[in-house]
């Protein structure tokens, strides 16, 4: 079908994704992947849950290094978790790698397997839109094989918005129906994905569908050392 993907490959993973396993553990945090301000809601909403429910110690967002385009972002996502009443100390900034001058996923990604490895937790869960949660997850783990790869991941996806509602998405540069920033942009997420596949910056399906796999043995051995 893909460079990236196999028929076979995607349905098996967006399945994975989206109908997840529950660990069993408190995970140490819910980590927020950056959302236009049209979509934060999704995210907000459910590390929110999260975090009420005893599921996740704490709830993470990158700091996008503190750079002029992107800290409004930090800064809204922020608010609107202490809006809702999150302490103040369960809030996780997560430093922006520094070899990067640009913030978007894959900065993101990175930025929280390194701190997840300094920090010593074990595992997290990610949540993002439910139109960027393929790309989201895949890139989370992505950064964990390639920087932490004892770290155990979980996708959440996002609260569902209206699909036909008209939306902000990438940094501003795509605009319409939640549902066309799938695959009908320009730069949608079908088409992020095998970009960033062939430039390098991804793994492939059949990577992720295998970490997955061994994510069952990790967790039988986090279960011994509990």
Request: net charge neutral; with cysteine.
């Amino acid at each position: 079908m893909w460079p990236w993907a196999t028929v076979t490959e995607l349905v098996e993973l967006l399945m994975r994704i989206y109908a997840e396993e529950n660990p069993g553990f408190t995970a140490d945090a819910v980590y927020c992947y950056g959302q236009e301000k049209d979509n934060i809601p999704s995210v907000v909403s459910r590390a929110v849950k999260l975090l009420r429910d005893g599921k996740v110690n704490h709830i993470a967002q990158s700091t996008f290094g503190g750079l002029e385009k992107y800290k409004w972002e930090y800064e809204l996502i922020r608010a609107k978790l202490l809006e809702e009443g999150v302490p103040e100390k369960a809030i996780v900034p997560i430093p922006h790698p520094t070899e990067f001058n640009i913030a978007h996923t894959h900065t993101e990604a990175i930025g929280l397997a390194r701190y997840a490895k300094e920090a010593g937790w074990q595992l997290i869960y990610v949540t993002a839109l439910p139109s960027h949660a393929l790309r989201a997850y895949t890139e989370t783990v992505t950064a964990i094989i390639r920087e932490y790869p004892q770290l155990l991941a979980y996708s959440v996806v996002g609260a569902v918005l209206p699909w036909t509602e008209n939306a902000t998405h990438s940094q501003g540069v795509v605009s319409g129906r939640r549902h066309e920033v799938i695959g009908k942009a320009d730069n949608s997420e079908i088409k992020k994905i095998i970009r960033y596949y062939l430039k390098g910056d991804l793994v492939s399906a059949r990577e992720v569908l295998d970490y997955l796999n061994l994510r069952t043995d990790m967790l039988r051995e986090l279960d011994k050392r509990q």
